[in-house]
Every structure is written in C-alpha cells, then in structure tokens.
C-alpha cells in the first residue's frame, strides 16, 4: 500500500466499481489501516545474528557480498506474511516465521564469514518446510525480492542436506565441517 499510488489505482478501475481498502488481514486490527505486526519483530528477535571474525576488516569477494544485499532492501512492509496462506489462511503463527523472517535467516545463513549454525531452529521453530513454495509472497514484495527462489529455497536446500542427504551426513559426521551452500 506505502507504494501505491490512488491514481494509478484509479486509471486501472472502472467507473461504477468501488475502490476498497482495506488493512491486513492476517495481523490483530488495532484501527482503521493500522494492523498490530510486533509478532513479526518478536520471531526476529529470535534468531540468532551473525557470528563472524573479531577483527574488524571483513573481506570477501563482490559476488558474495551481492548475494545477500539483495535481501537487505527488505522495508518490513509485511505484504508478504499478510499473503502467505500459512500465516494468513491456517494461522501457524507458532510453528513458522513466515517468508520476512526467512529472508531474514537466509540473509544471516548466507553471509560468507558467519560461522552461526541455524539449521536446526529454520527447520524446527522457524518452520521452513511448511512453506510449499506458492510464491504468493514474491508477487507481493514491493522491494523486488525474489523471496521463494533466493531466501527460502535455499534454507530448504540446506536442511534436506542437513537432515535427509545419507552421503553428506556421513561428509559431516568425518570431517565435522559445516557445510556451506
Ligand atoms: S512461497 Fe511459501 S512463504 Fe511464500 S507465500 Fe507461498 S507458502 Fe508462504
Ligand atoms: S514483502 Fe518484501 S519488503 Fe515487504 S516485508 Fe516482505 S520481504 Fe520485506
């Protein structure tokens, strides 16, 4: 809605059709427009930030550096967890964080000098897997973040590695190295 403009709203709508608006619905209604979404900053509040080197002068190569800047235009407008039919439709708002939160892991989980291990928690509290990939979200997001292709698909990636590839567990369990995708 912040970036919509009426009177573009206005040229796309016929003359005897109403124009509705309306607040989010998946979020409690406070008034009018206003949606109550401290949910949202209380899931982020929990997950962990990134655990990189002490010393201050992180280097790393421009390909890396852009993988997760991508992510970091979101606005928190929240379209896209007011969108998504598990938060919106079936309420799971204690078994998944929803696809702002996720980018919010991916853009942590992607960082090339983050030592952090999350799997466990995007798998278990964050609920990654009761996304089924409709992409309702990346329609929605005004920032142009490709949500279900670049943040969520690649936390399922690592959790399948993780919890469901037999040759990279017995990787894991010899060497004992995190493995980075
Ligand atoms: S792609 Fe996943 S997170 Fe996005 S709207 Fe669909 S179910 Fe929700
Ligand atoms: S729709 Fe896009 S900009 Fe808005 S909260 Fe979701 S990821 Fe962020």
């Known amino acids: 809605m912040c970036m ?15 124009i509705e608006i309306r607040p ?9 427009l206003v949606t109550d979404v401290s949910w949202n900053y209380e899931v982020a509040e929990k997950i962990k930030p990134i655990n ?3 010393e201050k002068n992180w280097e790393f190569n421009q390909m890396e550096a852009d993988r997760i800047q991508h992510f970091r235009e979101c606005i928190e407008c929240f379209l896209c967890q007011n969108t998504c039919h598990v938060l919106r439709d079936h309420e799971l708002f204690d078994d998944f964080a ?3 939160n996720l980018v919010r892991l ?8 983050d030592t952090e291990d999350r799997i466990p928690e995007i798998k278990k509290d964050f609920g990654v897997e009761y996304c089924n990939i409709t992409r309702c979200c990346t329609e929605v997001c005004p920032a142009g973040i490709n949500i279900t292709d ?9 959790i399948v590695d993780r919890y469901y590839d ?16």
């Open 24 to 32: 989010m619905k998946a979020f409690p209604l406070i008034k009018d």
């Open 106 to 113: 991916a853009q942590f989980e992607m960082h090339p000098l």
């Open 166 to 181: 037999p040759i990279k567990m017995v990787w894991r369990k010899i060497t004992g190295k995190k493995l980075r995708t």
């Open 98 to 100: 929803g696809p702002r």
């Open 52 to 54: 990189g080197p002490e």
């Open 150 to 158: 670049d943040a969520i698909i690649p936390l399922k990636e690592r």
């Open 4 to 18: 919509t403009r009426m009177s573009d709203v206005v040229s796309e709508t016929p003359e005897d059709v109403p």
